[in-house]
T-cell receptor, first 116, second 116 residues
Framework: AQKITQTQPGMFVQEKEAVTLDCTYD???????LFWYKQPSSGEMIFLIY??????QNATEGRYSLNFQKARKSANLVISASQLGDSAMYFC?????????????FGQGTRLTINP | DTEVTQTPKHLVMGMTNKKSLKCEQH?????MYWYKQKAKKPPELMFV???????INESVPSRFSPECPNSSLLNLHLHALQPEDSALYLC???????????????FGSGTGLTVV
């Protein structure tokens, strides 16, 4: 079974500051993928960044980076130079890397508010 | 075309009504998913279709009936719903074969359902 834990229900950050959203996970799968999604008030789940369990380097996508510490089972999202448009719900998610359609398991989410 | 389109965006229905939610993608993805999301909660998987066949049913009540007429289209038929079924219903798709790093699911914007 897989489990994702996001311990920060809400975070408030000043515009232009960096912010780290925490995510820890538990799984018995030998290979897995970790994802971060952003969900604004409009409802759409927007893919931000992906990290494979066997990837040697931490993933980066523009202002987003993933601080992956496999031994600690953590996959924190770092947003640099935050913007007002970053205010949204953020979900960490995981799925096993095996053939076929697989369930994506989500954490409880963190609501991020960027203050001007 | 790199998106998943869901219609309608909003739906209000009575407990005796029959309605359908529609989801369409033209990315060649062979796996499609229905998720239910209550307010301030993470999405919860309902159904998975792989190559147009139902592969996962997460013990969803029979008042929800999924259908996959072809590889691009996914429907969710609703009948005799309860007020507690009010939620955001998200559709998603993925490659479904192997695991292309970095892309996971593509989500639609969702249908906001209110049962009165």
């Amino acid at each position: 079974a897989q489990k994702i834990t996001q311990t920060q229900p809400g975070m408030f950050v000043q515009e232009k500051e960096a912010v780290t959203l925490d995510c820890t996970y538990d799984t018995s799968d030998p290979s897995y993928g970790l994802f971060w999604y952003k969900q604004p008030s409009s409802g759409e789940m927007i893919f931000l960044i992906y990290q494979g369990s066997y990837d040697q380097q931490n993933a980066t996508e523009g202002r987003y980076s993933l601080n992956f510490q496999k031994a600690r089972k953590s996959a924190n999202l770092v947003i640099s130079a935050s913007q007002l448009g970053d205010s949204a719900m953020y979900f960490c998610a995981m799925r096993p890397i095996i053939q076929g359609a697989q369930k994506l398991v989500f954490g409880q989410g963190t609501r991020l508010t960027i203050n001007p | 075309d790199t998106e998943v389109t869901q219609t309608p965006k909003h739906l209000v229905m009575g407990m005796t009504n029959k309605k359908s939610l529609k989801c369409e993608q033209h990315m060649g993805h062979r796996a499609m998913y229905w998720y239910k999301q209550k307010a301030k909660k993470p999405p919860e998987l309902m159904f998975v279709y792989s190559y147009e066949k139902l592969s996962i049913n997460e013990s969803v009540p029979s008042r929800f009936s999924p259908e996959c007429p072809n590889s691009s289209l996914l429907n969710l038929h609703l009948h005799a719903l309860q007020p507690e079924d009010s939620a955001l219903y998200l559709c998603a798709s993925s490659q479904g074969t192997g695991f292309p790093p970095g892309y996971g699911y593509t989500f639609g914007s969702g249908t906001g359902l209110t049962v009165v």
